[in-house]
């Protein structure tokens, strides 16, 4: 697989940045949890990581170069592990924090936090797992960068909330067999988070290592979000041990909104980078209209409302998710109290909200970018063009006219959204054959 090309040298770390536990150090108590990381702080942290990967996206984009590289660089800097606590050696950040960043990230490549969405929310199970050494020893794979991919929607003829993929004994450990596709970031990473069924019929999630027994092809062939490594995973007996097996009905239960927030998130970020390009490209323009309405379009007060509009829509579209984000850690900090149930649901509802407002800011955003500029922009040169095809197929992902239905339903009715959905073949759907 071809990897991208570095960019000169940012002050990256060389490997897996590992701080002390309360066990390993005996200068840290574990009754005194370590103070909060600030915004400004985890930002200055992985900034430098952030810029060095934009300096390749468009390079990787015209050329479908998988960011294996620049997601190594993001394992070497322990972001994989930047919602794991500080005495379990990360930086503790909070899901409001993560939303933020994910923006940055998305603003330098949108494909790698969209491929990072399986890790986020298999880091999120642990995090809401009991304590346990099972769950410690999760908690220091992310640490040492360790990288989980997912692997749960089949095509074809499965019906829906029906799976193929089968775990079958194998002495002490399972074996799973199955083929799925979107397999976003498994391509990229070194466990494998795939939904499976075991021999009694009860619906799991399996941990897969990365190796034997598996095929991860890079076959998405999507106009937009291209080097997410969205592709198809194909297990063939491959060993899972009987520790990485979870029934799939015990994980959080705020999953699902956590997983539309990091595609608001990515959203957001392509948003920031169609102003940001477009911006730079208007300062710098020379040519004018002879019907427009100043001797520069940098002063234009028409071209100028323009992006101040994009760039409003955008102010918005964060605001949207970060609110999102502050619910599902509102969710998350329920766990087991009495209002986990109504924190769950709000959690939902609000990022079910943030999806149908940020969808049509950002998709007007990254369109209206170009009533600012001359033909000229739309050359392959500026590739303006990634922003509309990515923020597009983000979109795309979990429709957002359902969305807007459930939110009415709630509102109107109080219905409770809906915690998990799949997609498969419909009850009257022809079979195949």
């Known amino acids: 697989m071809t990897s991208s090309t570095a960019g000169p040298m940012s002050p990256v770390s060389t490997g897996p940045?590992?701080?002390?536990?309360?066990?390993?150090?005996?200068?840290?108590?574990?009754?005194?949890?370590p103070a909060a990381p600030t915004e400004r702080a985890l930002h200055d942290r992985y900034r430098p990581v952030f810029d060095r990967i934009a300096q390749g996206?468009?390079?990787?984009?015209?050329?479908?170069?998988?960011?294996?590289?620049?997601?190594?660089?993001?394992?070497?800097?322990?972001?994989?592990?930047?919602?794991?606590?500080?005495?379990?050696?990360?930086?503790?950040a909070s899901l409001p924090q993560l939303a933020r960043l994910l923006i940055d990230l998305a603003a330098a490549d949108p494909n790698i936090p969209q491929a990072l969405r399986g890790h986020i929310g298999f880091v999120e199970?642990?995090?809401?797992?009991?304590?346990?050494?099972?769950?410690?020893?999760?908690?220091?794979?992310?640490?040492?960068?360790?990288?989980?991919?997912?692997?749960?929607?089949?095509?074809?003829?499965?019906?829906?909330?029906?799976?193929?993929?089968?775990?079958?004994?194998?002495?002490?450990?399972?074996?799973?067999?199955?083929?799925?596709?979107?397999?976003?970031?498994?391509?990229?990473?070194?466990?494998?988070?795939?939904?499976?069924?075991?021999?009694?019929?009860?619906?799991?999630?399996?941990?897969?290592?990365?190796?034997e027994g598996v095929t991860v092809s890079d076959d998405w062939a999507g106009f937009g979000q291209r080097l997410t490594g969205s592709g198809t995973a194909v297990f063939d007996e491959a060993p899972v041990e009987a520790e990485n097996v979870f029934v799939f009905?015990?994980?959080?239960?705020?999953?699902?909104?956590?997983?539309?927030?990091?595609?608001?998130?990515?959203?957001?970020g392509v948003g920031q980078a169609a102003e940001r390009e477009a911006a730079a490209l208007l300062n710098a323009r020379d040519r004018v209209y002879s019907h427009g309405n100043a001797a520069s379009a940098r002063t234009d007060p028409q071209l100028l409302q323009v992006l101040g509009q994009v760039?409003?829509?955008?102010?918005?579209?964060?605001?949207?998710?970060?609110?999102?984000?502050?619910?599902?850690?509102?969710?998350a900090n329920a766990r087991g109290t009495a209002a986990e149930r109504a924190r769950n649901l709000e959690a939902e509802v609000t990022s079910a909200?943030?999806?149908?407002?940020?969808?049509?800011?950002?998709?007007?955003?990254?369109?209206?970018?170009?009533?600012?500029?001359?033909?000229?922009?739309?050359?392959?040169?500026?590739?303006?063009?990634?922003?509309?095809?990515?923020?597009?197929?983000?979109?795309?992902?979990?429709?957002?006219?359902?969305?807007?239905?459930?939110?009415?339903?709630w509102t109107v009715n109080g219905t409770p959204p809906p915690f998990e959905w799949s997609i498969g073949r419909?009850?009257?759907?022809?079979?195949a054959g």
């Open 311 to 331: 760039s409003a829509d955008n102010f918005a579209a964060v605001a949207a998710t970060v609110r999102a984000a502050e619910a599902v850690q509102e969710a």
């Open 353 to 409: 909200q943030a999806q149908v407002v940020v969808t049509r800011l950002v998709l007007g955003a990254v369109t209206h970018v170009f009533d600012a500029l001359g033909a000229s922009a739309v050359t392959t040169t500026h590739a303006l063009d990634r922003h509309w095809r990515n923020a597009r197929t983000v979109a795309s992902h979990n429709p957002t006219v359902f969305k807007a239905r459930i939110v009415g339903d």
């Open 17 to 33: 940045v590992i701080r002390a536990t309360a066990a390993e150090d005996p200068g840290l108590s574990p009754s005194v949890a």
């Open 125 to 211: 199970d642990r995090l809401y797992a009991t304590p346990a050494p099972e769950r410690d020893r999760w908690l220091r794979r992310f640490v040492l960068g360790e990288m989980v991919g997912n692997a749960v929607t089949e095509v074809g003829t499965v019906a829906v909330g029906r799976t193929s993929t089968k775990l079958t004994r194998d002495g002490g450990r399972w074996r799973i067999t199955g083929r799925k596709f979107y397999t976003t970031g498994s391509i990229f990473a070194e466990w494998i988070d795939a939904t499976a069924t075991r021999p009694d019929g009860v619906e799991v999630a399996a941990l897969v290592a990365n190796g």
């Open 57 to 92: 996206a468009v390079q990787r984009e015209r050329e479908r170069i998988l960011p294996h590289e620049p997601i190594r660089w993001l394992k070497d800097s322990g972001f994989l592990a930047v919602r794991v606590p500080q005495e379990h050696g990360g930086d503790g």
């Open 426 to 431: 419909g009850d009257t759907a022809p079979e």
């Open 249 to 268: 009905a015990d994980r959080f239960p705020y999953q699902t909104a956590l997983y539309q927030t990091v595609l608001l998130a990515v959203l957001c």
